[in-house]
Structure formats: C-alpha cells, structure tokens
C-alpha cells in the first residue's frame, strides 16, 4: 500500500478545504453578478425599445390623421379628386403640413395617380399620371419659388397603381392601413405605404389616399439613437438597433442596409438572408419554433451576442419587429475580469496556505513524528544509547507521545539493566 508523507496530507487537506470554498464563492459571485447585469440589461433594452418605438411613430404618427381627414373632406364634397388640378394643390398643401411624409398622393380606380413628393436635395415636386391607350401619361411639375408649377416632364410610361401592392391593401381596408415594405416605382427606394379607401355615395371603391414613407429616414433614426451613445461609452454604444416586418424583410437597419440587386432588380433584403449576420441570426432565433422568450443569446461569426425583440406597436399596427442586438462581452466583459482577477487571487491564497502549512506542518509535527520514529526505532532494536529526542510540539497529542515513548525507554531500559 503506497504511503504519503504527513506534509503531503496537510497540504491535500488544506487544498481539499480552499478550492472548493474558493470556487463556491466564486461561482456564486460570477452568478449572481451576471444576474444583476442582465436585469439591468433587460431595463436597458425596454427603454431603448421604447425609444425606438417612439421615434418611429412620431416619423408617421400624423399620416393616418391626414388621410382620415381627407376622406372626410372628400365625403364633404369639400375636395374633389376629380379636378386634378386642384387636386394636385390640395396635395401640395398636405406635403408641406408633413414634413416627414415622401409622398402625399391620390389614385383612382380608372388609373390615375396624382402625388405631391419631395426629391432627395428636400424640392417638392408635382406629378399627374392618367392611363391612355398608349400608356401612362407623366406630367411632371417643379415647384417655383413664386408657388407656381412648371411642367418639367412629358413622357409616356407604364406605371398603374392598381398594380401595385398598396391596392389590395386598401381594398381590403376600413380604416388607414400599412402595406407591406416594398420598392418605390420611381426611385427604387424601400418604403412603406399608409392608405385609406375612398368609397362613393355607393359605397364601392372609388379611389386610395396614401402617405408614403421612404425607410432611409427611419435608418437615420437608428443610427442617431447609436451615435448619441457613443460619447458616453458602455453598452448601449455598441448596441444595434433593427426593424423587420412582418413578412421578414429589414426596413430599419443602422447603417441603411435594408436593399439589395435581385433577379429582377433592387429588392428588400430577408432578415434571414441579411449580410449583418447577428441581425440574421437573431432574427432565425425568434421564428424559431422552440423561442418564446424575449431576451435570449446567439452566437454570430464566433462572437456572443445578447438579443431583445419586441413587437414594433402594442396594437400589432404596423405588424413590424424591433430587435436589439449587444455584444455579450460589452455587458459581462466587466464580469469576466473581475473572475479572472479572483481567481489569480484565489490561487495566489492556495499558494500561500500551502507554504505556510508546510511551515505549520513542519514545525508542529513533522519533527515531532520524525524523533518519535527514530527513538521507537532504537528501542525495537533494543539500544539504549541515544537520550530522548529534544523535539518539543505544541500540539498536544504528540506530546503525549513523546512521553509515552519516554517512559517506555525508561521501563525498557531499567528492565534490561544487569
């Protein structure tokens, strides 16, 4: 049987006693640490949720009061969209009263289009489109300085609104509705569409008002909410923050990334297909048959991330997704260092515990046992010639040793005198 000396032991014991200890304290540490950064992550993330939220609504809060209002007016008989030139007037005014709205426009069951819009550089324009036997007929104005209109474009082209996705919307509609994100016709720009049906004395459709968001603003917003993080540090500078309808497409990306070159031209990008492969990864996680909680992990490009998603409006209108993505290490970095920091002191104390059980060890007892052994060795051998050992021990069991050895020398001893 193989045998450890008494130094090993006391050193296995201490280290039996500290490790675990050690490692119990810390794990509970690490935990209830990692616990207190998530809640706070948690209230973190509702509040920029809400923020986002916030801020796109207020981007098109006003749209389904204004199409409200102009069916109402139309049921009056105080607009006429019949008369395209007062018509066109009419939604001139209403751009001007909705600074964030790209287009106000009108179409009719027969085909015609009338939209007022702003182009990029921020100037207004007009457009009439009336379908003809040879197509769509533009007329285009530009908004003079003096407010009146010069025609700019003449042409023919093949728009028709009744073909586009907005349509079945509206006829489906009994109040403003939001189609689903698409391209716009004329600039191939992602965008979203409010819409209200205009119905006649009949009843029946007679045409669609419609406020017509383009979603590079909405980045704009993302974006901001990022940067005005970023002096200050911490996670939420390092926080991305993304919108995705319904049917999966990304309308709100920071960076703008919400388009891509199709098969048949620029179209919106799958959330599932998306090149920011957290954005995708964390969007797969919430359609995930097994995934019913809001805040959950993945794992993006060998990179840990922590992911919050919530429902765009509480009424589910416009049915969109908001989805907040963090890198894990900007909320448990802090905590992992902190780990590491009590685990080298941990060691550094198991170090040092162990030297000075080596002391203890060899003060107290090693000697001790060491002359006990040697002076039983000499009287099993029957020689007498060495005194007592002078090894003193404080502990009291020893001692009881040591004069139990002595005063079987001493019996021993006067027994074997001649």
């Known amino acids: ?29 690490y935990l209830n640490s990692r616990a207190t950064v998530e809640l706070l992550w948690h209230d973190l993330a509702d509040e920029m949720i809400a923020d986002a939220r916030q ?29 395209h030139d007062e018509l ?37 324009r007009l457009t009439n489109r009336e379908q003809e036997a040879g ?30 996705p907005w349509w079945p919307v509206a006829e489906h509609a009994t109040e403003p509705a939001w189609s689903e994100p698409f391209l716009f016709a004329s600039r191939r720009q992602p965008g979203v569409v409010l819409v209200e049906r205009q ?12 406020m017509e968001y383009e979603l590079s603003a909405i980045a704009k917003y993302l974006r901001d909410i ?46 599932r297909e998306h090149e920011d492969r957290k954005l995708a990864m964390a969007y797969a996680h919430t359609q995930s048959a097994a995934s019913h909680e809001r805040h959950f992990e993945v794992t993006a490009d060998g990179k840990r991330y922590l992911a919050v998603s919530a429902p765009f409006a509480a009424d589910g209108k416009p049915d969109w997704m908001v989805l ?11 905590i992992y260092e902190n780990n590491r920091a009590a685990a080298c002191i941990a060691a550094l104390a198991a170090l040092v515990s162990v030297f000075i059980g080596i002391f203890i060890a060899e003060r107290t007892m090693g ?17 007498f010639s060495h005194g007592g050992s002078k090894e003193k021990s404080s502990i009291r069991e020893i001692a009881a040793m040591h004069a139990a050895r002595d005063r079987m020398t001493r019996g021993l001893r006067s027994t074997s005198s001649p």
């Open 324 to 334: 907040i993505v963090v890198p894990a290490k900007a909320l448990l970095g802090r």
């Open 367 to 383: 000697r001790a046992l060491r002359g006990i052994a040697t002076e039983l060795d000499h009287v099993g051998r029957l020689d």
């Open 135 to 164: 197509g769509t007929h533009y007329h285009d104005y530009r908004i003079e300085a003096d407010g009146s209109y010069k025609l700019i474009l003449d042409t023919l082209g093949d728009f028709d609104p009744r073909k586009r």
């Open 199 to 210: 119905d006649g004395k009949d009843g029946k459709m007679t045409g669609v008002w419609l």
């Open 1 to 29: 049987m193989p045998r450890i000396t008494i130094r090993f032991a006391l050193i296995a014991l201490l280290l039996a006693a500290i490790i675990p200890t050690a490692t119990g304290i810390g794990v509970s540490a």
């Open 88 to 124: 066109l007037k009419y939604l001139h005014r209403c751009l001007l009263a909705h600074p964030n709205v790209t287009w106000c426009s009108y179409a009719d069951v027969n085909g015609a289009y009338l939209s007022a819009y702003r182009e990029p550089d921020g100037r207004l």
């Open 226 to 271: 990022k940067e005005s993080a970023i002096p200050g540090g911490g996670p939420q500078s390092q926080t991305d923050i993304y919108i995705v309808s319904g049917q999966g497409k990304v309308i709100g990306h920071p960076e703008g990334l919400t388009s891509r070159e199709g098969k048949n031209g620029p179209e919106l990008i799958p959330a």
């Open 55 to 83: 801020k796109v609504l207020l981007y098109v809060a006003s749209g389904a009061a204004q199409l409200r209002l102009s069916k109402q007016l139309t049921d009056e008989g105080l607009v006429n969209p019949a008369d």
